[in-house]
T-cell receptor, first 114, second 114 residues
Framework: EAQVTQNPRYLITVTGKKLTVTCSQN?????MSWYRQDPGLGLRQIYY???????DKGDVPEGYKVSRKEKRNFPLILESPSPNQTSLYFC?????????????FGQGTRLTVV | AQKITQTQPGMFVQEKEAVTLDCTYD???????LFWYKQPSSGEMIFLIY????DQQNATEGRYSLNFQKARKSANLVISASQLGDSAMYFC???????????WGAGTKLIIKP
């Protein structure tokens, strides 16, 4: 089954404790991205990747890191999480960056930083 | 600046009635694509429908149709014969030809009443 898999689904952590949210897709998609969703703000892009070893900042990259060592994986790293990073996070992938290309989303990771 | 505006934070609709969810966009790019996604309470993002800026016809997918008014820069989602399962958050998004990033609206929470 074609899918984007994120783990974990839920995470509660303390301020400053490094964490990684994994994302993996099995559709051989080149384009992957991370979003955070906050009430009243919709989805905002954190980072994106056009292909292996190619990543770039989105609209809200501060406090986050990513890597793309393999085509299928695109982990999101929070080196020192803070409470303002409490949010719902989505990983998405698409086969290309064409106008009509549908983005496929993971199930989401609800992160709480206390 | 590129922007998506969804002016209805929430809507209540009686089951079996038609629903129109508003979306206006702002861009000076001549080439763009518009998407609608559904987010049920379980959290996943489900692609519903796509409209390209050069498409002559309004897009339709089953009970979903997109009322595309290019001069007004609006791309409203119409759901015919609403069902209880349509209760969800609905997001409008835009992709530009000049920048493959998806730009999202704040969303509309739709509740269908029995």
């Amino acid at each position: 089954e074609a899918q984007v898999t994120q783990n974990p689904r839920y995470l509660i952590t303390v301020t400053g404790k490094k964490l990684t949210v994994t994302c993996s897709q099995n559709m051989n998609h080149e384009y992957m991205s991370w979003y955070r969703q906050d009430p009243g703000l919709g989805l905002r892009q954190i980072y994106y990747s056009m292909n292996v070893e190619v990543t770039d900042k989105g609209d809200v990259p501060e406090g986050y890191k990513v890597s793309r060592k393999e085509k299928r994986n695109f982990p999101l790293i929070l080196e020192s999480p803070s409470p303002n990073q409490t949010s719902l996070y989505f990983c998405a992938s698409s086969s290309s960056t064409g106008l009509n290309t549908e983005a496929f989303f993971g199930q989401g990771t609800r992160l709480t930083v206390v | 600046a590129q922007k998506i505006t969804q002016t209805q934070p929430g809507m209540f609709v009686q089951e079996k009635e038609a629903v129109t969810l508003d979306c206006t966009y702002d861009t000076s790019d001549p080439s763009y694509g518009l998407f609608w996604y559904k987010q049920p309470s379980s959290g996943e993002m489900i692609f519903l429908i796509y409209q390209g800026s050069y498409d002559q016809q309004n897009a339709t997918e089953g009970r979903y149709s997109l009322n595309f008014q290019k001069a007004r820069k609006s791309a409203n989602l119409v759901i015919s014969a609403s069902q209880l399962g349509d209760s969800a958050m609905y997001f409008c998004a835009m992709r530009l030809d000049s920048n493959y990033q998806l730009i999202w609206g704040a969303g509309t929470k739709l509740i269908i009443k029995p």
